[in-house]
């Protein structure tokens, strides 16, 4: 028996610039939820202080930001409810985090995914497609190609719907058509 993937589910891809945040805010902000932002970057340097800053700047005041580099699945169990949607930003940046932290990747993904069919509400997930480029040359930074690609494709699997943004312009892949 095959079965729906759940309906509260998004996966948004894109490349750097692509305009994969602006689409997913926007989406989640028209869906009349109360929207809670999971920002996953971690302020290591004076450039990432001043975009943080900006973000924040940016960033519609109904949103609820909560900030949370490693420790996703819990945030989300925490955070998800059936009157909110709940935009991580990002999954790239949360998996950089894990390597560096030299977490336990396979394992802080498996339980992830695991999650994610379960929680309440509406859960937009927001990450760099890095599979498209050529292979890196250091064994970490194809490590982190290796790590975000399974992710990509375990979470698209169970996403209702699955969107690449590229140009600013949304190509729905799953879902919505």
Known sequence: MITAPPSHLELVLGGARSGKSRHAESACLASGLAPVYVATSQVLDAEMA???AR?????????TTVEEPLALAGCLQRHAAPETVVLVECLTLWLTNLMVAEQDVPAASDELVAILPGLPGRVVLVSNEVGQGI?????MARAFVDHAGRLHQRIAAIAATVTLVTAGIPWELKGRR
């Not at 973000?55 to 949103?63: F, G, L, N, V």
């Not at 292979?135 to 064994?139: F, K």
């Open 50 to 52: 001043n975009r943080v």
């Open 55 to 63: 973000h924040r700047a940016e960033r519609d005041p109904r949103w």
């Open 135 to 139: 292979v890196p040359m250091n064994a």
